[in-house]
């Protein structure tokens, strides 16, 4: 026998209160494990849970990095490692050691309320006393994507290596855009080009460069990095980030041949002339030959008397080719 007994849909945090412990930084992340909930709610997706501040902070404030100014956000935002508690830089904020704030999570029609006890540890010493740390940025500072369409940014690509500060609260400023493209964060309603983005969007694979111009076979735009600590105040040098395009069409300049009749003469590169970004990678190109001569042919020098139907751009540089003519 099968018993089936319905249950009301319910919702609540898995830890009330929870505990936000900070570092001796001034800025910390929310994390997922301190605002997680728990639902019996079928399919609830991560955009669809969403908090609420309803009483900030005593000694510091709840923020979104992409929007400083909203008290709203959702664990899909959490996830992302983009709400972050910032920690007030004064006297009387550096001498306690604990803090709260209230939220309410709804999920469709379900609503909750919860408490977030915040442990602040002890603030480390200005870093104006032993020098500031330096930004260093890693990574490629390049990437690739095919003509006219996306590629996005990974941290193999732009990242930031600096001890100690937490990965979201580095935020990056572009300071010139991209002229033959755009760059946007998936997700973000418009599809408007984006002049800053996080290293936590960079990380999730959100940041995305679209290439417009099918005129260009490269693009790239220029930023600075900055950690979102008032204090410290770091930013990094202002860098460049290089877009290489690969074309749909591979640019080839033809040459014709001159062969003394019943002879032969070699097919070299000065013959099909390849464009410039594609000479350092001639062992790519393949060539494919779609209709043969109607008086001779083209072979291989090491297999005389054999069409050839393919052949690689390298086999042009050492004279391998040849076009054969012969009398019919």
């Known amino acids: 026998m099968l018993e089936v007994r319905a249950v009301k849909p319910y919702l609540t945090l898995r830890s009330n209160p929870a505990t936000l412990t900070t570092g001796s930084d001034l800025v910390t992340v929310v994390s997922r494990q301190v605002l997680a909930v728990e639902t019996n709610t079928v399919d609830a997706n ?19 990095l992409a929007d400083r100014q909203t008290r709203r956000f959702s664990l899909d935002d959490v996830g992302r490692g983009a709400v972050v508690y910032r920690r007030n830089v004064s006297v009387e904020s550096s001498s306690v050691s604990r803090d709260q704030f209230i939220i309410v999570v709804r999920l469709d029609d379900l609503q909750t309320t919860g408490i977030v006890d915040v442990d602040l540890l002890e603030r480390r010493p200005s870093t104006t006393d032993r020098g500031p740390p330096r930004l260093h940025v890693i990574g490629s500072m390049t990437a690739t994507v095919d003509q006219l369409d996306d590629v996005a940014l990974t941290a193999d690509h732009i990242s930031v290596d600096v001890t100690s500060l937490p990965v979201p609260a580095v935020r990056y400023d572009v300071t010139a855009e991209p002229r033959h493209g755009v760059l946007l964060l ?18 999730a694979g959100r940041v995305i460069y679209r290439h417009r111009d099918v005129s260009s076979v490269e693009d790239s ?64 190109v393949v060539f494919t030959v779609l209709t043969q001569p109607s008086h001779g042919r083209l072979e291989a020098a090491d297999r005389p008397g054999v069409h050839l139907t393919q052949f690689l751009a390298s086999q042009l540089a050492v004279d391998k080719l040849r076009y054969v003519q012969v009398n019919r």
């Not at 849970?49 to 979104?64: A, F, N, Q």
């Open 46 to 64: 991560d955009s669809h849970v969403l908090y609420t501040v309803v009483r900030d902070p005593v000694h510091g404030l709840v923020e979104v």
């Open 186 to 203: 998936s997700g973000v309603d418009g599809g408007a080009p984006v002049r800053t983005f996080t290293q936590a969007d960079v990380n």
């Open 221 to 284: 735009f220029r930023f600075r990095v900055r950690h979102l600590d008032d204090v410290t105040g770091l930013v990094s040098d202002e860098l460049e980030f290089v877009i290489d395009v690969v074309e749909s069409v591979i640019p080839l300049t033809a040459s014709n041949l001159t062969v003394i009749e019943g002879q032969s003469t070699f097919v070299d590169a000065n013959t099909l002339v390849l464009g410039d970004q594609y000479r350092q990678s001639s062992d790519d």
